[in-house]
T-cell receptor, first 115, second 114 residues
Framework: DQQVKQNSPSLSVQEGRISILNCDYT??????FLWYKKYPAEGPTFLIS?????DKNEDGRFTVFLNKSAKHLSLHIVPSQPGDSAVYFC??????????????FGQGTTLQVKP | EAEVAQSPRYKITEKSQAVAFWCDPI?????LYWYRQILGQGPELLVQ????????DSQLPKDRFSAERLKGVDSTLKIQPAELGDSAMYLC????????????FGPGTRLLVL
């Protein structure tokens, strides 16, 4: 069963506009969420994270929103730039004793930012 | 900036052959992970080490895959014999001491089994 889902395989936006990438999860025990960006033939690069005690975290052009009741998180990129074109993965993990902290990844969303 | 190192970057092999991948985590990172990413999917954890001990290998196909981190620093992932379905990107990641937190990935090894 897919515990972390990114239902949009691809997204295309114009340079300067907002990009919104969505992620849903099913396991209510997840309490730490991350977004990674991946270019072809490279490993994923950490972008931003959020703990379940928060509902928003911001880092420059990137903001992650967490809606625990809906089991939904989103990544906003404002303004979008052509260099943001990549595959974006959301990931979730469980903390606390007895948990290893392993990341469960979604399938990824390919973002294309057009000049 | 410290990075996770992996080699080789690319590997082509024939089925039934043995292959090995190497990973050197960021210095001081106690936790090391091996993931497999199939095209069009997200990475999936194969094995997780805390220092030299295996923490999670529940998704590692142990009949053909093995992993070791003998001195708690670098690690080797081996496949013997390789099968066509093993073609994928093999990613290594590390994180600082403690089992929870951000994981930093290496560039990966792209494996093609013919």
């Amino acid at each position: 069963d897919q515990q972390v889902k990114q239902n949009s395989p691809s997204l295309s936006v114009q340079e300067g506009r907002i990009s919104i990438l969505n992620c849903d999860y099913t396991n209510s025990m997840f309490d730490y969420f991350l977004w990674y960006k991946k270019y072809p033939a490279e490993g994923p690069t950490f972008l931003i994270s959020i703990s379940s005690i928060k509902d928003k975290n911001e880092d420059g052009r990137f903001t992650v929103f967490l809606n625990k009741s809906a089991k939904h998180l989103s990544l906003h990129i404002v303004p979008s730039q052509p260099g943001d074109s990549a595959v974006y993965f959301c990931a979730a993990s469980k903390s606390g004793s007895g948990n290893t902290g392993k990341l469960i990844f979604g399938q990824g969303t390919t973002l294309q930012v057009k000049p | 900036e410290a990075e996770v190192a992996q080699s080789p970057r690319y590997k082509i092999t024939e089925k039934s052959q043995a292959v090995a991948f190497w990973c050197d985590p960021i210095s001081g990172h106690a936790t090391l992970y091996w993931y497999r990413q199939i095209l069009g999917q997200g990475p999936e954890l194969l094995v997780q080490f805390q220092d030299e001990s295996v923490v999670d290998d529940s998704q590692l196909p142990k009949d053909r895959f093995s992993a070791e981190r003998l001195k708690g620093v670098d690690s080797t992932l081996k496949i013997q014999p390789a099968e066509l379905g093993d073609s994928a990107m093999y990613l290594c990641a590390s994180s600082p001491r403690g089992l929870h937190g951000t994981q930093y990935f290496g560039p990966g090894t792209r494996l093609l089994v013919l």
